[in-house]
């Protein structure tokens, strides 16, 4: 079984901040590790992923992540926010098969304020 | 590159009634496909993972019979919402994998409201 976790719900910061969204996970084998970007009324949109090799991992807008296997952690950080940031940020964990299912944190809203 | 579409982007249908939402993939063979509910103010539920020429599994609290899907090829798949109901509104999601690709390739949604 695998779980993730995200333990803030909400997260408020001022444009020109940094900011660190937190995942935990847990599951027993290799892992595939991801964030998604959902802003309001939208689909998905891919940020970043971990599969294995360099635990920091570089996305897209800046975001990077860093996986750490002793923490079974995966936080997701950007250095200096923008206000279109604001959305709301998924962790998900998928086992490492090329077929295993992809699991959702709660997600945490980013709310970045000008 | 690979994409996803989803049609229809949103629909309404009204309580009791039926509505088909479709997948398609487009510059990569999905090997697998999940479908994913949000509900508001939720994360996303997966309802069932279909992989071409395997078994849907489908999800506690999910059933073929009230969602059934099908994946006929490796570009397409389409599932239905029967006899929706005021909880069964949301953003549904379809999620393709890319045989050995570790990334799963999301669609835009299709946003079902029930009146």
């Known amino acids: 079984t695998q779980t993730v976790s995200q333990s803030d719900a909400h997260v408020t910061v001022f444009e020109g901040d940094s900011v660190e969204l937190r995942c935990n996970y847990s599951?027993?084998?290799?892992?595939?590790l991801s964030w998604y970007i959902q802003h309001h009324g939208h689909g998905l949109q891919f940020l970043l992923k971990?599969?294995?090799?360099?635990?920091v991992v570089q996305g897209v807008n800046g975001f990077e992540a860093e996986f750490s296997k002793s923490d079974s952690s995966f936080h997701l950080r950007k250095a200096s926010v923008h206000w279109s940031d604001s959305a709301v940020y998924f962790c998900?964990?998928?086992?490492?098969?090329?077929?295993?299912?992809?699991?959702f944190g709660d997600g945490t809203v980013l709310t970045v304020k000008p | 590159g690979a994409l996803v579409y989803q049609y229809p982007r949103r629909t309404i249908c009204k309580s009791g009634t039926s509505m088909r939402m479709e997948c398609q993939a487009v510059?990569?063979?999905?090997?697998?496909v999940a479908w994913y509910r949000q509900s508001p103010q939720k994360t996303f539920e997966l309802i069932a993972l279909?992989?071409?020429?395997?078994?849907?599994?489908?999800e506690q609290n999910f059933t073929q019979e009230k969602f059934p899907i099908s994946h006929p090829n490796l570009s397409f798949s389409s599932m239905t919402v029967l006899n929706a109901y005021l909880e069964d509104r949301g953003l549904y999601l379809c999620?393709?994998?890319?045989?050995?690709?570790?990334?799963?390739?999301f669609g835009k949604g299709t946003r079902l409201t029930v009146v």
């Open positions: 998900a964990v998928r086992g490492n098969t090329n077929t295993g299912k992809l699991t």
């Open positions: 599951y027993g084998g290799s892992i595939y």
């Open positions: 971990y599969y294995s090799g360099n635990p």
């Open positions: 510059g990569f063979q999905a090997t697998s």
């Open positions: 279909s992989t071409v020429n395997s078994a849907i599994k489908y």
């Open positions: 999620g393709a994998y890319r045989a050995g690709n570790t990334e799963v390739f």
